[in-house]
């Protein structure tokens, strides 16, 4: 009667998986993903396996690549790593408080300086106070903006539509305002030419010319800038909302160190320190010796634990990119290697990741969703701080970041812990549920070349993260 019981209990168990199996299956058969991929890793968090298919292809995997970066990042660097930006002085300081000599200041590559993400740290008042505290009242020689740590460059497999607009912006030695400005414009009624009203900041030296094709017209913004990203010529194709005023969008600084000298001149000049207004050079051959010059301050920039936090929340691409830069110590290739030696050094599969670029703007990007469930599977066991910091970065369903939007009000809401990534024809989710049975789920998730609507896929997605909660 035992055994009799006992082979009940056990054919339960397995029609119960067999038919929660079904379910998750019956939702990726919809005839919406038809011609397109998906691919699925599903697990519990100590790796027993839920779900699979298509789980070991590298695919396309847009935003979510970024929390490979950050993790490494994390475990290479550690939460309290800082990027400095030095300030040193030549000559001497006279009495009267004239500096005869140059100011430097020496960037290593700090992407928060001015940051809207990081609004309580304010390089250019910190480089005020120090020459302030030095007795400076005024610069007889040129302030040297120190562009030179490395030299960027713009990455060949983003696509045109990309390069010029906001989320596009490469880190720099030198950066500001997250590399970015705003164009401002007023649209009129539907169908009618927008007016572009005011761009902010603006060079003073090599103002940016817009020439806007902008048309008043639906409900979001649809406005795409092109050109050269190095140019200070931009072309605006696309629409904005009718009827707005002082409506705002986001293009690429051509020159972040540029704009930094003259910011920082604007700076000193309104805080009674005296200097021409083209007394500034922006250098970028490694040509200047240290050795031979004063520090006289150094700036350092909001700890790692704070940058991953909003690089992850809100998807932030240039802060991704500067962590290859400080993986790498300057250079962008061996900060790729780094990533790829540390997946191979913890018996990560790394065959299965192909790395472009640091926060998943490029199509040549590959990653398997077993990966990316190893990963998370890996950072959930740990229970360290790096890992309390890293699962912190997340967004949460209904809740934050990318997420806040996403399951509110449903079972979904403060479960489903995920990192979305988006571009045309690419829809991604990777993180982890915890389930009404009170077990957290791993998964990774990812649609590629769908023809469908993205709400169409949201929908889809909605449905198999409601299916794990009830189900597992």
């Given at each position: 009667?035992?055994?009799?019981?006992?082979?009940?209990?056990?054919?339960?168990?397995v029609?119960?998986?067999?038919?929660a199996?079904?379910d998750?299956?019956?939702?990726?058969?919809?005839?919406a993903?038809?011609?397109?991929i998906?691919?699925?890793?599903?697990?519990?968090?100590?790796?027993?396996?839920?779900?699979?298919?298509?789980?070991h292809?590298?695919?396309?995997?847009?935003?979510?690549?970024?929390?490979?970066?950050?993790?490494?990042?994390?475990?290479?660097?550690?939460?309290n790593?800082?990027?400095?930006?030095?300030?040193?002085?030549?000559?001497?300081?006279?009495?009267?408080?004239?500096?005869?000599?140059?100011?430097y200041i020496?960037?290593?590559?700090?992407?928060?300086?001015?940051?809207?993400?990081?609004?309580?740290?304010?390089?250019?008042?910190?480089?005020v106070?120090?020459?302030?505290?030095?007795?400076?009242?005024?610069?007889?020689?040129?302030?040297?903006?120190d562009?030179a740590?490395?030299?960027?460059?713009?990455?060949?497999?983003?696509?045109?539509?990309?390069?010029?607009?906001?989320?596009?912006a490469?880190p720099?030695?030198?950066?500001?305002?997250?590399?970015?400005?705003?164009?401002y414009?007023?649209s009129?009624?539907?169908?009618?030419?927008?007016?572009?009203?005011?761009?902010?900041?603006?060079?003073?030296?090599?103002?940016?010319?817009?020439?806007?094709?902008?048309?008043?017209?639906?409900?979001?913004?649809?406005?795409?800038?092109?050109?050269?990203?190095?140019?200070f010529?931009?072309?605006?194709?696309?629409?904005?909302p009718?009827?707005?005023?002082?409506?705002?969008?986001?293009a690429?600084?051509?020159?972040?160190a540029?704009?930094?000298?003259?910011?920082?001149?604007q700076?000193?000049?309104?805080?009674?320190?005296?200097?021409?207004?083209?007394?500034?050079?922006?250098?970028?051959?490694?040509?200047?010796?240290?050795?031979?010059?004063?520090?006289?301050?150094?700036?350092?920039?909001?700890?790692?634990?704070?940058?991953?936090?909003?690089t992850?929340?809100?998807?932030?691409?240039?802060?991704?990119?500067?962590?290859?830069?400080?993986?790498?110590?300057?250079?962008?290739?061996?900060?790729?290697?780094?990533?790829?030696?540390?997946?191979?050094?913890?018996?990560?599969?790394?065959?299965?990741?192909?790395?472009?670029?640091?926060c998943?703007?490029?199509?040549?990007?590959?990653?398997?969703?077993?990966?990316?469930?190893?990963?998370?599977q890996?950072?959930?066991?740990?229970?360290?701080?790096?890992?309390e910091?890293?699962?912190?970065?997340?967004?949460?369903?209904?809740?934050?970041?990318?997420?806040?939007?996403?399951?509110?009000?449903?079972?979904?809401?403060?479960?489903?812990?995920?990192?979305?990534?988006?571009?045309?024809?690419?829809?991604?989710?990777?993180g982890?549920?915890?389930?009404?049975?009170?077990?957290?789920?791993?998964?990774?998730?990812?649609?590629?070349?769908?023809?469908c609507?993205?709400?169409?896929?949201?929908?889809?997605?909605?449905?198999?993260?409601e299916?794990l909660?009830?189900?597992?």
């Open positions: 009667m035992k055994k009799k019981c006992i082979l009940v209990t056990v054919y339960l168990f029609f119960q998986l067999f038919i199996q079904s998750l299956i019956n939702i990726f058969q919809n005839d993903l038809k011609g397109s998906t691919g699925v890793c599903v697990s519990y968090e100590d790796g027993k396996k839920i779900f699979e298919t298509n789980a292809i590298q695919m396309s995997p847009a935003s979510i690549f970024k929390l490979l970066t950050s993790w490494v990042m994390i475990e290479t660097k550690g939460i790593y800082k990027w400095t930006t030095d300030v040193y002085m030549s000559g001497k300081i006279t009495a009267d408080g004239v500096l005869d000599g140059n100011l020496k960037g290593m590559g700090d992407p928060t300086i001015k940051s809207k993400f990081f609004s309580s740290t304010d390089l250019l008042s910190d480089l106070n120090t020459i302030k505290n030095n007795g400076i009242k005024k610069i007889k020689g040129y302030l040297i903006i562009n740590y490395y030299t960027p460059k713009i990455n060949g497999s983003w696509i045109w539509e990309d390069i010029n607009n906001y989320y596009a490469i720099y030695p030198i950066n500001i305002y997250d590399n970015k400005f705003h164009i414009f007023n009129h009624q539907e169908g009618d030419k927008a007016d572009v009203t005011n761009i902010s900041p603006q060079y003073i030296s090599n103002p940016i010319h817009i020439e806007s094709q902008i048309i008043s017209k639906g409900t979001t913004d649809e406005a795409y800038v092109y050109g050269d990203p190095l140019s010529n931009k072309r605006i194709l696309g629409s904005i009718p009827n707005q005023k002082e409506y705002s969008i986001e690429v600084l051509p020159n972040s540029l704009m930094f000298a003259e910011q920082l001149v700076k000193l000049n309104s805080n009674q320190i005296n200097i021409s207004n083209t007394s500034f050079i922006v250098s970028t051959q490694d040509t200047i010796n240290y050795l031979n010059l004063k520090l006289i301050n150094t700036h350092y920039s909001p700890s790692l634990d704070k940058i991953i936090q909003q992850n929340l809100h998807s932030i691409n240039l802060f991704a990119e500067s962590f290859l830069y400080a993986l790498g110590d300057g250079n962008y290739e061996l900060g790729k290697k780094k990533i790829t030696s540390y997946l191979s050094k913890n018996k990560f599969p790394s065959d299965e990741v192909f790395i472009d670029d640091a998943g703007l490029s199509r040549l990007n590959g990653i398997s969703p077993y990966l990316m469930c190893s990963l998370l890996t950072i959930l066991f740990k229970k360290d701080k790096n890992s910091v890293f699962l912190n970065s997340i967004p949460v369903a209904g809740s934050s970041g990318t997420l806040k939007n996403f399951g509110k009000n449903s079972l979904l809401e403060n479960n489903l812990h995920a990192k979305t990534g988006y571009m045309k024809r690419v829809r991604s989710y990777t982890y549920l915890t389930a009404a049975s009170g077990k957290k789920i791993v998964f990774c998730l990812i649609f590629n070349n769908f023809n609507s993205t709400e169409k896929i949201k929908q889809i997605s909605k449905t198999f993260f299916t909660y009830q189900l597992y």
